[in-house]
C-alpha cells in the first residue's frame, strides 16, 4: 500500500474519473478441456493459468448487499450539515467490517456477517471525519478528524481496535499524537510499507516519526528550509528550498533518520519545478516545459525521457514489487481494477456502459469487466434500493478485499454495494 497523507486543509470534494471506450468483449471459453488446452500451450503458462483464474473469479459477480451509510434517526445527535446525504468519498475493508466514509465527515462501519449496520464512528455531534486508515500491524482503524469546536482547522487521530467496533463499542479507542499541532500547512502521512507515520507540526516547523506498531515517537527533523518529504521503502527524500540554479537534497534512512547521501542537483533557471519524486534509489524530476530526468542516486547517471512523451501526471503511485508507477493496484500488484464510464457525448457508447474493468498491469488486458448488461437477473432485488445499472452508474470510490474476493463501491448517494459470487 502507498503512503496516505491526510494535511489540514479544507478536503477538496474531487472524484477522478476514467474515461474509457468500450473494449471488445473476450473470447468465450466453450468448457473447461478448451481452458486447460490454452493454458497447456501458452507461451506464458503461470501469467496465462492466472489470467484465466482471475476471469474465473470475477465471471458470475453479482450486486450481493447494499448498505445506506444515512440514517437520520441515528444521525439525529450529529451537528444539521453532517446529516444531509452525500456522495461515499472512500471504503476500507477490515476482516469481515466495511467501513464507509461519506463526503459530508460521516463514517459507518457494516458488518459482512449480519449484513447489518454496526454503528457510526463520529465520536461526537461536531467531528467530521477526513479520512481512514486500517492499521494492520495492530487490528484497528485509525481516523483522522477535525472539529466545530476547534474551527475544523487541526486534524485530530484517533485509534480504536477492531473488535471493540466489532461490538458497537467505538468510543473505546483513545486518541494518538495529542501532542502534535496539526494545523494547516501541517499534516499526517500513514506509511504501511515502512510501518512508520509521518507528521509535521508547521507551528515550529517539525517533521516527526513515529513507529506504527505502539506509535511511540522514533526521532524528529526540525528545520525550516525543508520543503517536502518523500516516503519510498527503507528510505525519505528531504526536498530542501530551491536555490537559483539548484535545488538541495537529503536521503536518510527511515528506522533511525541518519544521513545516508546529500547532494544538490541542478536546475533551469526560472522554471519552475512541476514535481520531484523518488522511486528506490532514482530521482524523477520534472520542469516546467523540460524533458523527464531520471537520476540514480547511487552513481549520479541519469536519463531523461522526452516531454512528447510524459505528460505531467496530478499524482503518482509506485509499485515497487514490479518496478512500475501506475494508478489503482491489488497488494500483490499483479491487477488493475478501475471503474470506467462512458462519454455521454459519444453516440456510439452504449446505454449504461458504465463498467468495473480488471486488468493485467503487465498487458494491461481486460481479464473481466462487470457490467449492468453482463449480470444475471438479480435474486432478491426487492431488497435493493438500486439496481445493479443504478449502482453502477455513478460510483464515488472503489475499494477491493483480497481476502474475501469482494469489490465495494460508494455512489453519490451515499448507498454502499457489494459485488461478489
Request: charged share 25%.
Given at each position: 500500500?502507498?503512503?496516505?497523507?491526510?494535511?489540514?486543509?479544507?478536503?477538496?470534494?474531487?472524484?477522478?474519473?476514467?474515461?474509457?471506450?468500450?473494449?471488445?468483449?473476450?473470447?468465450?471459453?466453450?468448457?473447461?478441456?478448451?481452458?486447460?488446452?490454452?493454458?497447456?500451450?501458452?507461451?506464458?503458462?503461470?501469467?496465462?493459468?492466472?489470467?484465466?483464474?482471475?476471469?474465473?473469479?470475477?465471471?458470475?459477480?453479482?450486486?450481493?448487499?447494499?448498505?445506506?451509510?444515512?440514517?437520520?434517526?441515528?444521525?439525529?445527535?450529529?451537528?444539521?450539515?453532517?446529516?444531509?446525504?452525500?456522495?461515499?468519498?472512500?471504503?476500507?475493508?477490515?476482516?469481515?467490517?466495511?467501513?464507509?466514509?461519506?463526503?459530508?465527515?460521516?463514517?459507518?462501519?457494516?458488518?459482512?456477517?449480519?449484513?447489518?449496520?454496526?454503528?457510526?464512528?463520529?465520536?461526537?455531534?461536531?467531528?467530521?471525519?477526513?479520512?481512514?486508515?486500517?492499521?494492520?500491524?495492530?487490528?484497528?482503524?485509525?481516523?483522522?478528524?477535525?472539529?466545530?469546536?476547534?474551527?475544523?482547522?487541526?486534524?485530530?487521530?484517533?485509534?480504536?481496535?477492531?473488535?471493540?467496533?466489532?461490538?458497537?463499542?467505538?468510543?473505546?479507542?483513545?486518541?494518538?499524537?495529542?501532542?502534535?499541532?496539526?494545523?494547516?500547512?501541517?499534516?499526517?502521512?500513514?506509511?504501511?510499507?515502512?510501518?512508520?507515520?509521518?507528521?509535521?507540526?508547521?507551528?515550529?516547523?517539525?517533521?516527526?516519526?513515529?513507529?506504527?506498531?505502539?506509535?511511540?515517537?522514533?526521532?524528529?527533523?526540525?528545520?525550516?528550509?525543508?520543503?517536502?518529504?518523500?516516503?519510498?521503502?527503507?528510505?525519505?527524500?528531504?526536498?530542501?528550498?530551491?536555490?537559483?540554479?539548484?535545488?538541495?537534497?537529503?536521503?536518510?534512512?527511515?528506522?533511525?533518520?541518519?544521513?545516508?547521501?546529500?547532494?544538490?542537483?541542478?536546475?533551469?533557471?526560472?522554471?519552475?519545478?512541476?514535481?520531484?519524486?523518488?522511486?528506490?534509489?532514482?530521482?524523477?524530476?520534472?520542469?516546467?516545459?523540460?524533458?523527464?530526468?531520471?537520476?540514480?542516486?547511487?552513481?549520479?547517471?541519469?536519463?531523461?525521457?522526452?516531454?512528447?512523451?510524459?505528460?505531467?501526471?496530478?499524482?503518482?503511485?509506485?509499485?515497487?514489487?514490479?518496478?512500475?508507477?501506475?494508478?489503482?493496484?491489488?497488494?500483490?500488484?499483479?491487477?488493475?481494477?478501475?471503474?470506467?464510464?462512458?462519454?455521454?457525448?459519444?453516440?456510439?457508447?452504449?446505454?449504461?456502459?458504465?463498467?468495473?474493468?480488471?486488468?493485467?498491469?503487465?498487458?494491461?488486458?481486460?481479464?473481466?469487466?462487470?457490467?449492468?448488461?453482463?449480470?444475471?437477473?438479480?435474486?432478491?432485488?426487492?431488497?435493493?434500493?438500486?439496481?445493479?445499472?443504478?449502482?453502477?452508474?455513478?460510483?464515488?470510490a472503489l475499494y477491493y478485499d483480497e481476502e474475501r474476493e469482494e469489490i465495494y463501491t460508494g455512489n453519490r448517494q451515499g448507498f454502499l454495494h457489494v459485488w461478489s459470487n
Amino acid at each position: 500500500m502507498e503512503a496516505r497523507r491526510v494535511s489540514a486543509n479544507p478536503r477538496p470534494s474531487c472524484v477522478r474519473r476514467v474515461l474509457a471506450r468500450k473494449r471488445p468483449k473476450p473470447e468465450a471459453s466453450a468448457n473447461s478441456a478448451r481452458k486447460l488446452q490454452r493454458r497447456e500451450i501458452s507461451a506464458l503458462p503461470c501469467r496465462a493459468f492466472s489470467a484465466s483464474t482471475t476471469r474465473e473469479r470475477f465471471r458470475n459477480i453479482q450486486l450481493q448487499e447494499e448498505f445506506d451509510t444515512h440514517d437520520p434517526k441515528e444521525m439525529g445527535a450529529l451537528l444539521p450539515y453532517l446529516i444531509k446525504r452525500s456522495e461515499i468519498i472512500e471504503i476500507v475493508g477490515a476482516s469481515d467490517i466495511i467501513f464507509a466514509l461519506s463526503q459530508s465527515g460521516v463514517c459507518a462501519a457494516f458488518s459482512r456477517v449480519s449484513n447489518q449496520r454496526i454503528c457510526f464512528l463520529n465520536g461526537r455531534p461536531d467531528e467530521v471525519i477526513r479520512s481512514l486508515f486500517y492499521n494492520k500491524n495492530n487490528d484497528s482503524l485509525i481516523t483522522v478528524s477535525v472539529y466545530g469546536s476547534e474551527n475544523f482547522s487541526a486534524l485530530r487521530c484517533r485509534t480504536t481496535p477492531i473488535e471493540y467496533i466489532r461490538r458497537a463499542k467505538p468510543d473505546a479507542g483513545f486518541p494518538l499524537f495529542e501532542t502534535e499541532s496539526l494545523k494547516w500547512p501541517g499534516f499526517v502521512e500513514f506509511d504501511d510499507v515502512n510501518g512508520k507515520v509521518l507528521t509535521y507540526s508547521a507551528q515550529d516547523s517539525t517533521y516527526k516519526v513515529f513507529d506504527l506498531k505502539n506509535y511511540t515517537l522514533v526521532y524528529s527533523i526540525s528545520d525550516k528550509n525543508v520543503q517536502e518529504i518523500k516516503i519510498s521503502p527503507g528510505i525519505m527524500l528531504l526536498i530542501y528550498s530551491r536555490k537559483k540554479s539548484c535545488i538541495p537534497l537529503e536521503i536518510l534512512s527511515i528506522e533511525d533518520g541518519k544521513c545516508l547521501k546529500s547532494f544538490k542537483h541542478l536546475l533551469h533557471r526560472n522554471k519552475k519545478v512541476d514535481f520531484i519524486e523518488q522511486f528506490n534509489e532514482k530521482l524523477l524530476i520534472k520542469q516546467e516545459g523540460e524533458n523527464l530526468q531520471i537520476l540514480d542516486v547511487r552513481n549520479f547517471q541519469s536519463i531523461e525521457v522526452s516531454r512528447s512523451e510524459f505528460v505531467t501526471p496530478s499524482a503518482f503511485i509506485f509499485l515497487y514489487e514490479m518496478q512500475l508507477f501506475l494508478t489503482f493496484r491489488s497488494r500483490n500488484q499483479d491487477l488493475i481494477i478501475s471503474y470506467c464510464k462512458a462519454d455521454p457525448n459519444d453516440p456510439s457508447s452504449e446505454e449504461n456502459a458504465c463498467s468495473i474493468n480488471i486488468s493485467e498491469i503487465l498487458t494491461g488486458k481486460c481479464l473481466a469487466k462487470i457490467k449492468a448488461g453482463s449480470l444475471c437477473k438479480q435474486k432478491n432485488s426487492s431488497k435493493f434500493q438500486s439496481t445493479p445499472s443504478e449502482a453502477l452508474g455513478d460510483i464515488t470510490a472503489l475499494y477491493y478485499d483480497e481476502e474475501r474476493e469482494e469489490i465495494y463501491t460508494g455512489n453519490r448517494q451515499g448507498f454502499l454495494h457489494v459485488w461478489s459470487n
